[in-house]
């Protein structure tokens, strides 16, 4: 199934089953050029969109097989151009695809509480694409924490969080956060105690983000981690430009 056969379901369609789960995939749509853009340096924009696709694909199957029994959407961000949606994307069965809504980060993650909480969703977790080789047992963690806490949160190294869940959703929860700088975490979690919202915390996990992060889980797969299968099966076929330093090659 190619991206732009996906199906995107309504924006009134509801999220969940009443007093059901939800799990929230939010990447960006696939446009080379748009994407993955520090990886640039290193890679083709058709390549760099490859990665992502692969990125975006990975934790999809990771939420499949972790939260079996959570609905499970990809939220996209808007087409930029009608060519935006030409990738190949077979998203497991089990996930319904939506739009994100919203001008900044925090408007559109606000937008998809909002519309999970209205759905009758017991508990909602929003989880970004950039963190393919995330353990299963930290989703699994997340909403278990949400048993007994109002709010969790997953930081990554960078300073923002690559999960958030919460069993009601406050927009001063976003309020004055800087998205996309190092203190975006540090910024909600500030929102959170102010709220007055007992908040859970899980390990901290980095993104693929720049192509040391890549270098980085090809490191981890040579120390014996499994590399997620989709990034697996791109990193065989992606060539880095000539620019880049030979030994700066992942390995076929």
Known sequence: MNAHDLPIAPAAAALCAASGDVALLFSRTPVPGHVKTRMLSHLSPEDACRLHVASTLDVAALLESALPRAAKWLFLSEPAAP????IDMPLPASFRVGLQEGQSL????????????????RRALIVGSDS????ASHLQQALG??????LVLGPSE???FYLIGCRRFDPILFRGVIWGSPGVFQQTLENARRLHLPTGLLP??????EWKDVERLVAESRAGRR????LAATLENIAPQST????RRPPA
């Not at 901290?204 to 983000?209: N, S």
């Not at 590399?227 to 989709?230: A, G």
């Not at 880049?244 to 030994?247: K, L, R, S, Y």
Request: hydrophobic share 40%; glycine share 10%; no cysteine.
């Open 227 to 230: 590399l997620p299968s989709h």
């Open 132 to 135: 393919p080789s995330l353990p």
């Open 158 to 160: 960078d300073g923002g």
């Open 106 to 121: 925090g408007d559109r993650m606000a937008a998809a509480f909002q519309r999970a909480f209205g759905s009758g969703a």
């Open 83 to 86: 060519e935006a949606m030409q």
């Open 244 to 247: 880049a330093a030979p030994d």
């Open 145 to 150: 924490m949400l048993e007994n806490r109002e």
């Open 204 to 209: 901290a996990w980095y993104d693929l983000d």
